[in-house]
């Protein structure tokens, strides 16, 4: 059988934060890299990042065990298979990109930021926020780099925010959420959640990654054709706050440049059990998309499914028991009801 995942705890949940000469250290390091990388070539940059990161897979064997894992059921393999060790060394080469890239933003001139991002998509997504007229949550996963397309976007002028996790290094967590606010995109630690419902209530954007890693008491999903969970926020927040949702789409183009492509935005209008579950699905429906768009550009070495088949079970009976707890349930017990409707975008 399988060894059991280790349990993931939620980033606000964390009651100790790294010791303080750690912290020290990394922040001396942070911005010596930094400021080194804003001379250095960045093909070169990436390059040697990327070969640092994948000697880290090959050497860290729960690294290498998480990655795998993910990887094998993006591609529908076993973890074994040669294709999972190939996509798993690439996503670690192509972190080198994301990692230089966003070291070097805070170095790159305005008019060097604002190119950064291509496509529609975000046209869309803004469109969508004023039809609505309310607030809107964008939902999107570690793929591609969110940072880049913060700060290629936050000219528009738009009232965006974001949550950060501030609990494992806060004073890197500091110099990062400065150079957000320096873009103009207002930055919400994980240790003021409340904050979110009043941005929502002042008909705002915020926006939410959602695949932070497997937890056993959030929703319940399928993603590609496997039971896991992403949070409950985006649902429950749009459901209390009439928000409107709005799945976003990042991915690096071999121009260097981020294309930005939407999902049909959707509302959630009741907070029963039912409906949140439909709409977490229909996130990860979206997410599932996004990495199957590019998997390489998937920066998430933290594992997203189960690693059991008593886990998996049980999500799948409790997907079912949610599903027979909201208005206009389906006769049958655990049959799936109706998908949302959505509200265009």
Known sequence: MTEPVKQLEAPHRRLQTSPRIVEKIAVVLYKGVAALLAHVPPRFSAALVGRMNQFGYLVWPSKRR???????????????????????????????WFVVETMRLPSLKTEAVQQLVEGDGM?????????????????????????????????????????ADDSAFPEIFEILRKNRESWGVHVVPWRNLRELFTILRKNQMLALLVDWGYKPDDIPVKLFGAWTTLPAGPATLAAKTGAIIAPMVVRRMPNGRFRVDSGAAFTVDASDPATIQRATQRIADALESTIAAAPEQWYNFKPMWPSTEAETAALERRAAEMWAKGPGAPAEAGAPPAPLVGSGA
């Open 66 to 96: 998480f990655s795998n894992l993910n990887f094998s059921h993006v591609l529908g393999l076993p973890q074994t298979h040669p294709d999972v060790r190939r996509l798993a060394l690439r996503a670690y080469k192509e972190y080198g």
């Open 123 to 163: 046209d869309r997504i803004v469109d969508a926020f004023k039809a609505h007229g309310k607030s809107m949550i964008v939902v999107a996963g570690h793929v591609g780099n969110n940072e880049a397309v913060a700060a290629g976007v936050a000219h528009r002028g738009l009232p965006a925010n974001v949550v």
